[in-house]
């Protein structure tokens, strides 16, 4: 009882204040993915110096605001959320925008082991963590024109009054409160795909999703049993209303016609006899 005591006085003692101050080990319970980070109230963002990217500077994780979103790196992966206290999604290495790489090894207020002994004012050596097949994908990464980088977009200060209890948890939710306060248009495509249609750690970006439809064969309905039975019955009855000629009637028909070619032929010779007699009358005339 004693020792359950003096952790609890130990535990007690070391809340920091809650306002801006971001504590790893703790659990989302919201929906998405839990990746150990809890951001009680809204965070005190800076922006980096040269760079269109904010960074907390109270924070004891790696966490920054670029381009409309919150990323946080942690467990050696990128996590993007609309709102400060996630809920987080899971963005791969080839996906995460170039200005959030770009982000100098000092601003990572919890730089993994395999920072030590990089350039504090350069960027981490993704190329050298993550191999050359995604140094060969995002080509010139690390390369641009420091005079012109674009503006920082504008911080979503409307998430200041919601904290505890009033944090939105729904993602619907989130949605219709940041339509309705925040109006800046992501220039970066994984962003303006997050606003528009969240991407899930098992999900594929949407034109690559398009591409294998377009590939793949499209079907021919199969035509079901019962279709193929009902249309056997049509034939049957079709064949049943035609009309049919009586077997005698046949024999009669085929009777008939030798009759009716004989009589023909007899006609014939008569009417050349009639015209032979009559030629030979008019030769006799003086």
Do not use: C
């Not at 004012?121 to 993704?126: E, F, H, Q, S």
């Not at 993602?171 to 303006?192: K, L, M």
């Not at 009586?246 to 024999?251: R, T, V």
């Amino acid at each position: 009882m004693r020792y359950l005591l003096i952790v609890l006085s130990m535990l007690l003692g070391s809340v920091a204040p809650a306002h801006a101050q971001i504590s790893v080990g703790v659990g989302i319970s919201l929906p998405g993915i839990s990746i150990g980070i809890n951001v009680p109230s809204y965070p005190r963002l800076v922006q980096v110096p040269g760079y269109p990217v904010y960074y907390d500077p109270r924070a004891n994780s790696n966490y920054f605001f670029y381009d409309g979103l919150y990323w946080v790196y942690q467990g050696d992966n990128w996590y993007a959320s609309s709102w400060y206290n996630g809920p987080w999604q899971l963005t791969a290495p080839e996906y995460v925008p170039l200005f959030v790489l770009r982000i100098p090894v000092r601003y990572y207020r919890q730089p993994p082991a395999y920072f030590r002994g990089w350039r504090a004012d350069a960027p981490p050596r993704w190329g050298d963590h993550w191999g050359r097949d995604w140094e060969q994908r995002r080509s010139g990464w690390d390369q641009w024109d420091r005079r012109s980088a674009p503006r920082a977009a504008p911080l979503p200060a409307y998430q200041r009054q919601y904290s505890g209890e009033r944090y939105p948890r729904a993602a619907e939710q989130q949605n219709s409160i940041r339509s309705g306060n925040y109006r800046y248009q992501p220039r970066d495509a994984v962003t303006q795909q997050h606003f528009q249609q969240p991407v899930q750690p098992n999900q594929q970006p949407q034109p690559q999703r398009q591409q294998q439809q377009r590939q793949q064969p499209q079907r021919q309905p199969q035509r079901l049993p019962q279709q193929q039975e009902q249309q056997q019955q049509r034939q049957q009855q079709t064949q049943q209303q035609r009309p049919q000629i009586a077997p005698q009637d046949k024999g009669r028909d085929s009777t008939a016609a030798p009759q009716d070619k004989a009589r023909d032929k007899k006609e014939t010779r008569q009417d050349k006899g009639r015209d032979n007699k009559n030629e030979e009358r008019r030769q006799d005339r003086p």
